[in-house]
């Protein structure tokens, strides 16, 4: 194994989110550490390929297929946050850290964001370092069912923001909670997406039936748990919790995996 890419690509990220701390600074807003997130990856993606030069079909679509998610959250989350206030969960952390903020910022902020991407971005480093050619019938089938189940989950993340945006939009829904379409199958389809398009990733990695792509499991377990338990699906519902309508809609909407609506 050639660690010496995990390391070249760590010291990427340093340098990339440094960037973005010094610019939070300026700004007065941590919230940028989120615009940094998707781009992060696609960091990653470019850095470990053309370090490796391991270009074959695997690591080439790991690297496509990363850059159209990242580029699209990170144009996203800048549209929406570039010149916003800072957002109330790290303005809730800058009342706690009271005169040592710049410190934290740097450490609980935007460190921490970094390792965790350094983390879950494993099977995309793998698939640069240990993938080659597919030249058997098991390799294409896993490499097939990879790419489809990426697209399912991009299709479910990008139609399902834009179905929530147009919603929105309608001055006639404010107030109102989305239950049609994609929403009517699952409360969160943009978060099944995003779960279900680093499976995909995972999946595709280990089209070369190489064993170390294995290890790249990590990744697709994380930031699963992380959308189910900790800052995607637990967040959203905190919020909604006192709104009648919602409760209706829970009752019979699947919280994270597309079912049937109970009646």
């Known amino acids: 194994m050639n660690y010496l890419s995990f390391v070249v690509v760590l010291i990427a990220l340093l340098i990339f989110f440094f960037t973005f701390f010094l610019i939070s600074q300026k700004k007065k807003n941590n919230g940028l550490a989120d615009v940094a997130w998707g781009l992060g990856f696609v960091v990653v993606a470019f850095v470990s390929l053309i370090y490796n030069q391991n270009y074959n079909i695997i690591s080439i679509t790991i690297t496509l297929f990363v850059s159209l998610w990242g580029f699209r959250l990170f144009y996203h989350l800048t549209k929406r946050n570039w010149n916003a206030k800072e957002d109330y969960r790290y303005v809730e952390m800058r009342k706690k850290w009271g005169d040592h903020q710049v410190l934290n910022s740097f450490l609980r902020v935007f460190m921490s964001q970094m390792l965790l991407l350094f983390v879950i971005s494993i099977p995309i480093q793998l698939a640069s370092m240990f993938t080659t050619s597919i030249n058997s019938t098991l390799g294409w089938i896993t490499y097939g069912v990879g790419v489809a189940l990426w697209i399912f989950g991009y299709y479910f993340e990008v139609v399902g923001d834009a179905q929530l945006k147009n919603f929105i939009k309608n001055p006639a ?8 379409r994609l929403w009517k199958y699952t409360r969160h389809p943009n978060y ?9 990733i995972w999946i595709i990695s280990m089209a070369s039936l190489v064993s170390w792509n294995l290890l790249g499991f990590v990744g697709p377990t994380i930031i699963t748990y992380l959308l189910l338990f900790v800052s995607g699906v637990p967040l959203l519902e905190r919020k909604y919790k006192d709104n009648e309508e919602f409760q209706v ?15």
């Open 249 to 263: 809609y829970a009752k019979k909407t699947s919280v994270f995996i597309p079912l049937p609506p109970k009646k």
């Open 192 to 200: 099944f997406g995003e779960a279900t398009m680093w499976w995909g």
């Open 173 to 180: 829904n404010k107030g109102r909670i989305m239950q049609s």
